[in-house]
């Protein structure tokens, strides 16, 4: 299995809502990453999860808030969000290797499409 | 810091002509370079790298790409395009020196292959 699968493909919620996106990778990758993508625009990295540790957080807003409860699974929890959030999101794992822990290639998930009202 | 440039929008061929997509760089160690292909309300799929050795990599769907380290550029070149290759594409670079794992884009080139 060489793919990182990405659930929902759609979801639309108003700013009162909670909603979760969900991640999942069974590569063996141990390090995994949430980005925001605008329309024609590169991918914004959000957070990064390392060995299911939060190694990075690009100063994201609190209504955003990363789970990673096993090697596997990356969520993304919503709250609160403002219509400005409606992004493409990705989700993004990698192989972690001491002796090339550079060089290895980021596996991108289809996205998640999130529409705020 | 780390920096990509990729100083084209867009980018026109004909299908069956060369294409190559620009793209410069900036770290303040050795860089690993990447390209990422993204196709309409999809996520980006992997080209190829540059991590060492052989500054001209050759990658998926007949992409490949050069690294010049005088010039700080890694071009992405297809010698006959298609055109399902019209798409969005991405540089990225990785200063092999920073802490964490962070890759930094490019902002991005279309290309479009017109019959």
């Known amino acids: 299995d060489t793919e990182v699968t990405q659930t929902p493909k759609h979801l639309v919620m108003g700013m009162t809502n909670k909603k979760s996106l969900k991640c999942e990778q069974h590569?063996?990758?141990?390090?995994m990453y949430w980005y925001k993508q605008k329309a024609k625009k590169p991918p914004e990295l959000m957070f990064v999860?390392?060995?299911?540790?939060?190694?990075i957080n690009e100063s994201v807003p609190s209504r955003f808030s990363p789970e990673c409860p096993n090697s596997s699974l990356l969520n993304l929890h919503l709250h609160a969000l403002q219509p400005e959030d409606s992004a493409l999101y990705l989700c993004?794992?990698?192989?972690?290797?001491?002796?090339?822990?550079?060089?290895?290639?980021?596996?991108f998930g289809p996205g998640t499409r999130l529409t705020v009202l | 810091a780390q920096s990509v440039a990729q100083p084209e929008d867009q980018v026109n061929v004909a299908e069956g002509n060369p294409l190559t997509v620009k793209c410069t760089y900036s770290?303040?160690?050795?860089?690993?370079l990447f390209w990422y292909v993204q196709y309409p309300n999809r996520g980006l799929q992997f080209l190829l790298k540059?991590?060492?050795?052989?500054?001209l990599v050759k990658g998926s769907y007949g992409f490949e790409a050069e690294f010049n380290k005088s010039q700080t550029s890694f071009h992405l070149k297809k010698p006959s395009a298609l055109v399902s290759d019209s798409a969005l594409y991405f540089c990225?670079?990785?200063?092999?020196?920073?802490?964490?794992?962070?890759?930094?884009f490019g902002g991005g080139t279309r290309v479009l292959v017109k019959p």
């Open positions: 590569m063996g990758h141990r390090a």
């Open positions: 990225a670079v990785r200063d092999a020196k920073a802490a964490g794992n962070k890759l930094t």
């Open positions: 540059y991590i060492t050795g052989d500054n």
């Open positions: 999860y390392s060995y299911e540790k939060l190694s």
């Open positions: 993004a794992s990698r192989q972690e290797d001491m002796g090339l822990a550079g060089g290895n290639e980021q596996f």
């Open positions: 770290v303040s160690g050795n860089p690993y």
